[in-house]
């Protein structure tokens, strides 16, 4: 905007006329009563109503304070009386929720307008107007007829019939009968009135109207249908619990309570994310992914928590990019709804609405029963060999692979739940190519990125295959962050997009040490021991039951050890040895390879082990020189000057 310019202070206007407005509604709620002041003040009883450009006439006949003062039902129509046409914008007949019959109050400043050739005055700039309940009686039937269906003709008028041209469609010639429009229309089976309340409310597909019609406060009476396009989890605030299932929280991240979301999209293409607080079941993710994703649900009891824009959550914008543009035309605002007025010709969202349930309100309906909408994007899976050729940056890319080693990071100052973890991955395209690209590949998982126990329990265990969902590619990694989702099956629906998903057969091979290996990855090593670093060799025993790697003297028995997490004696301890080693490679003959080798083996070598570790110097003469087969080795750091590689023989799951 130019700096004091027309639309700065056109702005500016708005934005202390919508102030005003809200600050006069909250008044009269709270006062409870009708203002005093009547100066000015223009009394009408409404008639007849309908809608037109999203504009709600009422036809109405003012009254005199002495009429004014009786029931609606008792205040009779005077012919003499004029007949005012009366101007709500769609805000302000949200608020009002008038039917025939009410009697409104319009405060100043409404305006009135004479129309050349028409005898009914048009009544305007109707923002500051209250609907009066005069009797306990009106009370009554306003409670009454609250969530009964209220049928009001919609005048569709084309701009055709609106500048007379003569080449008319026959089809924009209807009855005024077809053009009325019931606002509850019918609801699917698991929406019906008996199971909720709401369900007589209108269902609307816009989330930009509901929410500019309904206001930032809540959704009470009105409910938007939309399509689940993910489910995943986010990081709530610590001390976060969940209302229904007596304070215990839906999962865990790592000691991290976390809530349940929907990223969701409306007819017109409109996304906005769900943020739940309370379920009524703690199920897995995965089976929320598999119910939910694709289908239609209705939402009601909402409130806006946000609106967001692309430099404010980056992460949520790139998994709607990702969803852009939609497979089917969507709907365009403004225009007329029919097929071939529809087009996928539009330009990303720029903002989103981050919604949260009112405590207390049906929230989400889902028809599970429905088949999969149209509108659904599932999600792209890709071939390893192909995401690392992917040149864009902060691109979602979903792929299945092996986990082959997981590693967390060994900062001490970080907490556990904000720490790192490092998953090294393959699959079938990275294992068959040449030596171009790297056989496996680090995927990083962030600590906002939540975990759900079984995929946590099943990598600790053994080498799994790992769906991956909407990871972030950029700056040659691969991240697992917000709103990633890790499964281990397939989702029901996906598109293979040209990808090889065909599974790993034989044994996984690990690239070789060379010129070209960087620090952080995995690597095999082969080459000659040339040193021993005397300084860093020593050994512990641990316990053979738990791992346990700090045992104490048995108090009865002093030539036993005890491990104090069994609480009982070890008979049969491991033996632990950490060793480094400098190796001569000749694939990095120029570099000094240091490589840090743990080994475990029976406390009955334990004095073979201590003499090696005495190193004394016939000993060490006698490790140089042995030839070191492939060792499966991660990457500490790759350093010029000194010329050095630094590694740590691993185990691969």
């Known amino acids: 905007l130019c700096r004091g310019g027309l639309a700065e202070r056109l702005c500016r206007l708005q934005n202390r006329e919508r102030s005003a407005i809200s600050f006069w509604r909250h008044q009269c709620i709270s006062d409870a009563k009708i203002p005093s002041d009547k100066s000015g003040v223009l009394i009408v009883k409404i008639l007849e109503m309908f809608e037109e450009c999203t504009i709600q006439v009422a036809i109405c006949q003012q009254l005199e304070q002495s009429s004014a003062m009786l029931s609606s039902e008792d205040a009779v129509i005077n012919a003499g009386e004029p007949i005012l046409k009366v101007l709500f914008a769609r805000e302000t007949a949200a608020h009002l929720k008038s039917r025939p019959q009410d009697v409104i109050h319009i405060y100043p400043p409404w305006q009135k307008l004479l129309l050349k050739n028409a ?9 500051f107007s209250q609907k009066v309940l005069l009797s306990e009686h009106s009370e009554t039937r306003e409670k009454t007829y609250g969530l009964t269906k209220i049928l009001i003709r919609k005048n569709i008028i084309s701009l055709a019939q609106m500048f007379r041209l003569d080449d008319l469609d026959d089809e924009l010639h209807q009855k005024s009968s077809d053009n009325q429009v019931a606002c509850a229309p019918q609801i699917h089976n698991n929406c019906d009135s008996k199971q909720h309340p709401l369900a007589q409310s209108a269902v609307n597909d816009s989330l930009l109207e509901m929410v500019e019609s309904q206001g930032a406060v809540g959704w009470r009476e009105a409910r938007v249908r939309v399509v689940i396009q993910r489910v995943y989890c986010l990081p709530a605030r610590e001390g976060y619990r969940s209302h229904v299932q007596g304070n215990k929280p839906l999962l865990s991240n790592r000691g991290m309570f976390c809530r349940l979301c929907l990223l969701v999209q409306d007819a017109y293409g409109m996304f906005s994310e769900v943020q739940l607080q309370s379920l009524s079941s703690a199920e897995d993710i995965e089976q929320y992914c598999r119910r939910w994703e694709g289908k ?24 709607i990019d990702s969803l852009w543009p939609p497979v089917v035309p969507v709907k365009v605002p403004g225009q007329s709804q029919d097929s071939e007025m529809m087009t996928t010709n539009l330009p990303p969202p720029s903002f989103c609405y981050i919604l949260t349930v009112q405590s207390g309100e049906i929230h989400v309906e889902v028809d599970e029963e429905e088949q999969i909408s149209n509108l659904y994007q599932p999600p792209a899976v890709h071939g390893l060999k192909e995401i690392l050729q992917i040149d864009g940056c902060n691109e979602r890319c979903s792929f299945w692979a092996r986990v082959l080693y997981l590693r967390l990071q060994t900062k001490h100052s970080v907490p556990i739940n904000q720490k790192e973890i490092g998953l090294f991955v393959t699959d079938s395209t990275l ?4 030596h171009i690209i790297p056989k496996v590949v680090a995927v990083s998982v962030a600590a906002s990125c939540v975990l759900s126990t079984e995929i946590t329990e099943a990598l600790s265990v053994a080498s799994r295959l790992v769906f991956f969902k909407d990871a972030l590619w950029g700056n040659g990694r691969i991240i697992c962050v917000e709103r990633t989702v890790l499964l281990l099956q397939k989702p029901l629906l996906y598109s293979a997009a040209g990808a090889d998903l065909s599974e790993l057969t034989g044994p996984v091979r690990l690239d070789e040490l060379d010129s070209t290996t960087q620090a952080n990855s995995v690597c095999a090593v082969r080459g ?10 020593f050994s512990w025993p641990t316990c053979n039951r738990c791992g346990n790697g700090k045992l104490e003297l048995c108090p009865q028995d002093r030539g036993l050890l005890y491990c104090s997490q069994c609480s009982e004696v070890v008979i049969s301890p491991v033996l632990k040895m950490q060793l480094e080693v400098f190796l001569s490679c000749p694939s990095r003959s120029q570099s000094t390879v240091k490589v840090k080798v743990w080994h475990e083996m029976s406390f009955g070598l334990f004095v073979l082990i201590n003499m090696l570790l005495s190193l004394q110097s016939y000993e060490v003469q006698s490790v140089l020189g042995k030839e070191v087969g492939l060792l499966n080795c991660y990457v500490h750091s790759v350093t010029s000057h000194p010329n050095c590689v630094a590694l740590e023989e691993i185990v691969l799951l």
């Open 296 to 319: 239609f649900c209705c939402l009601a009891g909402m409130k806006i928590l946000q609106r967001t824009t692309r430099g404010r959550a980056l992460g949520l914008f790139s998994l």
């Open 119 to 127: 005898d009914v005055p048009v009544i305007m700039n109707t923002y």
């Open 528 to 537: 000659t021991v040339v040193g021993v670093n005397e300084s860093t060799a």
């Open 431 to 434: 294992q068959n190519v040449v």
